[in-house]
């Protein structure tokens, strides 16, 4: 359920994330969804005319041997819970390298996507990075695990309505950038690589790219502020936990299972994210 509160903001990413809360900034789908629905924000930007930083975390490693894209949602999002790190990792080496726990969260989300990129026909032929060509025709013409990314990334339900945007805004075909095969078993083949990702603006064909890293650029993202979402500034982060001796992970799963009801959805992410730093051990 889209937050009824949702501001678009400007400034490169890290001056974003520190004012929205990362668990409510729109995906790609949903930005999509809202450029087809809702185009005009409550400001007057017109979203289908801006250029959007989303809070897909774009995670390049390689798996069994194959070099794989893992998308996930904001609040598992590394990049996003650690972006002082993560810009500056990124502005200045060119890649995020996330740290083994929390690829192992990311990866093991329900919401995260994994597409092998060997699967995909992607064209290019620059050394760092490839594209997909996503058809915006009725009879488009993927195959399986291209439609798997392209509807990961244009809307799952939605799919099909939104190439009729497309069609309508007189896109022919869209693209998404990802990093090259080659490139992620060169690079990722240890360590996983992080990347930021943004979608363009319907006059540069709605293009999203998953493996950006010119995230000191000034542009745009939507969500709720910070203040909004804890008003008394009493984020799970700030609030003082005391957890008895010899609580589990086992432990902290039962609380989050239990709190379900309790906590908003928007809010959960980053609850339990919370719950985790402060009751379990610190290695």
């Not at 200045?92 to 995909?120: C, I, Q």
């Not at 989050?256 to 906590?263: E, Q, R």
């Amino acid at each position: 359920m889209i937050p009824a509160n949702l501001v678009t903001i400007s400034g490169n990413l890290r001056e974003i994330v520190q004012q929205l809360d990362i668990t409510t900034m729109l995906h790609v789908d949903e930005l999509t969804n809202e450029r087809r629905t809702n185009p005009i924000d409550a400001d007057g930007t017109d979203l289908r005319k801006v250029w959007l930083y989303t809070p897909d975390g774009e995670l390049y490693s390689v798996r069994n041997g194959v070099p794989t894209l893992s998308m996930t949602r904001g609040g598992v999002n590394p990049f996003l819970n650690r972006i002082d790190d993560a810009y500056d990792q990124l502005t200045k080496t060119g890649n995020f390298r996330p740290n083994a726990e929390e690829m192992s969260r990311a990866l093991g989300e329900y919401s995260t996507v994994h597409n092998d990129l060997t699967k995909l026909r992607l064209q290019g032929n620059d050394d760092e990075w490839r594209f997909l060509v996503v058809p915006t025709k009725k009879n488009h013409g993927l195959r399986f695990e291209e439609e798997k990314l392209a509807r990961r990334v244009f809307g799952d339900t939605t799919f099909r309505d939104n190439l009729e945007m497309f069609r309508e805004a007189g896109i022919t075909e869209s693209r998404i950038y990802v990093l090259a095969p080659a490139y992620v078993c060169q690079h990722a083949g240890k360590n996983p690589v992080g990347r930021a990702a943004w979608l363009y603006n319907l006059n540069s064909n709605s293009d999203f790219n998953a493996s950006g890293r010119d995230i000191n650029n000034h542009d745009r993202s939507r969500g709720v502020r910070r203040e909004e979402v804890f008003p008394e500034g009493n984020a799970p982060e700030n609030t003082a936990l005391l957890a008895p001796d010899g609580i589990t992970s086992a432990g902290v799963d039962e609380i989050i299972a239990y709190s379900t009801d309790f906590v908003p959805a928007i809010l959960r992410n980053q609850f339990e994210l919370g719950l985790r730093s402060k009751l379990l051990p610190q290695k």
